[in-house]
């Protein structure tokens, strides 16, 4: 701990000949090898630390500063070793600030009574009336606030999260803020009640209040020129800038915030990007993306999340208000110009076109589309898993996550297939099915909430259900015997045996963590019972859950698998093993194929269109071929759709040679 002393009246004599003035010479103390060298035209008040200054900053352009301070005011404030504060207008009051920062330019930075610095605000997230209301702290993770949000039938569990925030919060509440080690603000207005993390670099801000930045080393935050927050926390590595506003908002782990895009009472969590448009009341749990200056999100629940231009959406019917919410599940993306009127829920994976307003549900009809034709809502089922943009969206997520910090707040399951959409698509077979059996098999189209499915559609989406289904349940099998060397069936019937229980049942999405209901209602009892004392337990289970997802998967995959095959448990054959590889072999050659297909669309002649300025067939062929990185063949998507086609075939001809084996 840094130890202070008085100053001598040598060195208050030589402060007083540098114009510094002090209410009380007796209040200021500093650390050993403190030099007066350094600090010049400087007021000081109510109790004052300071450090050593040895440091030389190098600015951009290579312009050298001292550290030391100078024409600055400062009350009750601690200031580190090697800092250099420069040019404070007003004054800075009730701060400690850390070692090696640097200040400059600023109006005023001050504490103002007891502050929770963003701890504790309620968000009222998607309902803009309350009764959703999520209670941000620094530890928020997009799986606490979905069960805050969502899961008010639980008012035990309610009490009991807002019981341990609120202890949280009265950890954090304090009459001093902090500004962390290298810290950098330049040229920025009013800062106040706001608690800064190391290495945080805030830049040309027009006003910040009440809220708390969790920079640190491993990932630092930008904040930038004419930013206007209030009421906020923004975590470590996101980027808030470009006179973009906040209020009331929870800005996640890598998030990033521009274009003067405004949002309020709004949640962005894990790699969350929003430029341009609007948010009001929305829950953007990891991988919402949205950068239209004509788009609106209000009122719902997005992840993994492309808006497109002009997205809009109405929480209101013009007769109680804005009260209604909508549900977008994970994946699901917008057109240009769509419209969903709330209350709607959009299934998994599903790509939206046209204008909605017949409150849609089509949760358990993933990867579909829905689509507008005539004032007529319309369903394709399916048809987004032979679609190359949904692979390419799933091979980008994992790539684009762009956390730095080793203590990350969300969990992410980035699975395409998993309990969750199977269990959907399980649920769409059903329905599918039962709507040939109502209406018969020769209907032109078959009505499904509120929304129609041509005959066609229907029965290629039970096509690419089936397919979608044998693939995710190869893969579990074939991942489970991998280490089974043949097709001895008592050991493979040993190997097929879950490893615990748990994973039974129902799975849910909690804003990106997959996981067995079963573990999220044993949470909220524990939670509700008392049993959990402090936020970052209740992450830690989460984490717990997120890393015992494979052995949970199979538990689900298992059942599964008897049931949709027809198996005896007891006694299942090596034939039956190989019956099963043989349909996912299959099933993942075909989707390929499909996906392959698709992909070739985007080297049709009409998609040349526009390429070759001024020339003719010959040099549209070569302008497409320099900026789309080659033709069809030699694109490198194309080509690792190939290779996938080809190191699954390998796979699956090693497993059918290995356990087929007598």
Same mark, same amino acid.
């Given at each position: ?95 400690? /600030? ?11 930075? %001050?504490?103002?009574? %007891? ?18 209301? @999520? ?24 009490? =009991? ?17 902090? *500004?962390?080690?290298? &810290? ?42 004419? @930013?206007? =927050? ?54 953007? =749990?990891?991988?919402? &993306? ?66 909605? &307003? ?58 395409? %297939? ?59 099998? /074939? ?58 337990? *209740? ?32 006694? *299942?054959?090596?034939?039956?093993? &190989? ?84």
């Amino acid at each position: 701990m840094e130890k202070y002393r008085k100053l001598t009246a040598d060195e208050i004599y030589a402060l007083q000949s540098q114009m510094c003035t002090a209410s009380d010479w007796n209040e200021v103390e500093v650390s050993e090898g403190f030099a007066t060298d350094y600090v010049v035209n400087t007021r000081f008040s109510g109790k004052v630390r300071l450090g050593r200054f040895r440091k030389e900053f190098v600015m951009a352009g290579g312009i050298r500063k001292h550290s030391g301070l100078y024409h600055a005011t400062l009350h009750n404030v601690t200031v580190g070793d090697d800092c250099c504060i420069e040019n404070v207008k007003n004054y800075i009051a009730n701060y400690d /600030i850390g070692h090696d920062s640097f200040i400059e330019n600023v109006d005023i930075i %001050l504490t103002d009574g %007891l502050s929770s610095f963003g701890n504790g605000v309620e968000v009222s997230v998607l309902n803009e009336t309350g009764g959703r209301e @999520v209670v941000i702290h620094d530890f928020l993770s997009a799986h606490q606030a979905y069960m805050m949000a969502l899961y008010r039938h639980r008012p035990d569990m309610i009490a =009991g999260l807002k019981r341990i925030i609120s202890a949280y919060v009265e950890s954090v509440t304090s009459d001093t803020g902090t *500004i962390a080690p290298n &810290v950098t603000i330049v040229d920025a207005g009013y800062i106040k009640n706001v608690k800064i993390g190391a290495y945080c670099k805030i830049e040309g801000t027009a006003r910040l209040k009440n809220g708390s930045i969790n920079s640190n080393v491993h990932a630092p935050v930008h904040i930038g020129v004419g @930013v206007i =927050g209030d009421d906020f926390i923004i975590s470590s590595g996101a980027s808030v800038e470009d006179r973009s506003t906040i209020s009331r908002c929870f800005i996640g782990q890598a998030c990033h915030i521009g274009t003067t895009y405004s949002a309020s009472d709004s949640l962005f969590f894990s790699n969350c990007y929003g430029a341009n448009g609007e948010a009001c009341a929305i829950f953007a =749990g990891p991988f919402t &993306v949205t950068h239209h200056k004509s788009t609106l999100l209000i009122a719902g629940m997005f992840s993994f999340m492309n808006a497109g231009s002009g997205s809009n959406q109405s929480n209101h019917m013009y007769k109680l208000g804005p009260i209604h919410q909508g549900i977008m599940e994970r994946g699901a993306k917008t057109a240009s110009d769509s419209y969903l009127l709330w209350p709607a829920k959009v299934g998994a994976f599903s790509l939206v076109m046209g204008r909605h &307003v017949s409150h849609q549900d089509t949760s358990d009809l993933p990867f579909s589309y829905l689509i507008e034709q005539q004032n007529t809502s319309y369903i394709i089922p399916g048809v987004n898993l032979r679609s190359v943009g949904t692979i390419r969206d799933a091979q980008k997520w994992p790539k684009r996550d762009g956390r730095t910090d080793p203590d990350r707040l969300d969990c992410i399951n980035y699975n395409l %297939l998993s309990p969750y959409t199977i269990q959907k698509m399980l649920n769409a077979v059903r329905i599918l099915k039962n709507l040939v059996k109502v209406s018969g098999p020769t209907s032109d189209t078959y009505s499904y909430q509120s929304a129609k499915i041509k005959n066609s559609s229907l029965h290629k989406g039970l096509r690419y259900y089936d397919l979608a289904i044998n693939k995710f349940l190869g893969n579990s099998l /074939i991942k489970r015997l991998e280490t089974v060397s043949d097709g001895n069936i008592d050991a493979i019937r040993r190997r097929l045996m879950p490893d615990t229980p748990v994973g039974k049942g129902q799975w849910v999405d909690i804003s990106g963590l997959i996981v067995p209901k079963s573990e999220i209602d044993a949470l909220i009892d524990d939670i509700g019972n008392g049993r959990l004392s402090d936020v970052r337990e *209740i992450n830690a289970r989460f984490a717990g859950m997120h890393a015992n997802y494979y052995t949970y998967e199979w538990t689900w995959a298992y059942d599964r698998m008897i049931e949709y095959y027809d198996l005896d448990p007891e006694n *299942i054959t090596v034939d039956d093993v &190989v019956r099963i590889a043989e349909k996912w072999k299959e099933s993942v050659v075909a989707l390929d194929r499909m996906v392959y297909e698709d992909a070739r669309k985007e080297f049709s002649l009409s998609a040349m269109t526009g390429f070759g300025a001024d020339g003719d067939s010959v040099q549209k062929n070569r302008d497409f071929e320099e900026v789309r990185g080659g033709l069809f063949d030699s694109n490198t998507f194309v080509r690792a759709v190939l290779e996938h086609i080809k190191i699954k075939s390998a796979l699956g001809d090693e497993f059918l040679g290995r356990i087929g084996k007598r």
